[in-house]
Structure formats: structure tokens, C-alpha cells
């Protein structure tokens, strides 16, 4: 079975490589972007798996990109868990009540924290690979 792909997008370089090294040591393939318009070309061409989203990005921001992939008919079905700053829990209430995203993940988190969202959320939609 190949490596489930996961999509990483915050304007923080050092944030992208930081979970690209978690994800990659946990035997996920990451595929970083770093704006809302590579977040979108890359959900929209590579289809990953699942997408771990920074809301705060300059032009178009997290809520947006949300939307978007939500409101297409190849995309909708990506899961995406919200990685952020926002920390209120009005935000966390909008993110997974109304945007309906799968999971919402504050900064700054450990990696155990990080990988075991991954994996609910990918064993929710019936993705994970089960160990033996």
C-alpha cells in the first residue's frame, strides 16, 4: 500500500518543515505548500489524502481555501484538519462546526498530538492502513 499524502500548507517555512519531518518519520509522503493559491493547485492536482491547514496565510487564507475545496466536486471529500494559532474557541467552533473541517489542531503542538489527529482523521474516512 503507498504512503497516504499529506498536504501541509502555512506561510511559515519552518512550520511546513518542521511537520513534513514528523509526517515523513511516521511513513506519510508530505507535499508542503505556502499560500492559499499553491494550497488549492496542489489539493485540486495531487489529491492528497489530507490536508493540514494554517487559517492566518496572507491574499487567501485558510477559511477560504476551505471553502473552495469544499464547493469542489473532486476536492470536497478531503479531509481537512485546521493547524493554527487561533487558539479562541469561537474559532475552533466555526473551523469544525461550520466549516465542517475534521480536525483543529492549536500552536504550538507535539508531535504525538499532531500524529494521533492524523491518524483519527485518516482512519475516520477509512484511509488508514491498519498495523498488523
Excluded at 71 to 77: I, S, T, V, Y
Amino acid at each position: 500500500m503507498m504512503a497516504e499524502k499529506i498536504l501541509i500548507v502555512d506561510d511559515d517555512r519552518e512550520m511546513v518543515e518542521l511537520i513534513e519531518l514528523f509526517l515523513r518519520n511516521a511513513g506519510y509522503t508530505p507535499i508542503s505548500a505556502f499560500s492559499g493559491e499553491e494550497a488549492l493547485e496542489k489539493a485540486f492536482g495531487e489529491k492528497p489524502d489530507l490536508i493540514l491547514l494554517d487559517i492566518m496565510m496572507p491574499r487567501i487564507d485558510g477559511w477560504e481555501v476551505l471553502r473552495r475545496i469544499k464547493n469542489d466536486p473532486e476536492a470536497r471529500n478531503i479531509p481537512v484538519a485546521f493547524i493554527t494559532a487561533r487558539t479562541q474557541n469561537i474559532d475552533k467552533m466555526i473551523g469544525l462546526s461550520v466549516m465542517k473541517a475534521a480536525g483543529y489542531i492549536t500552536k504550538p503542538f507535539s508531535k504525538q498530538e499532531l500524529l494521533s489527529e492524523v491518524r483519527r482523521i485518516l482512519d475516520q474516512r477509512g484511509g488508514g492502513a491498519q498495523a498488523p
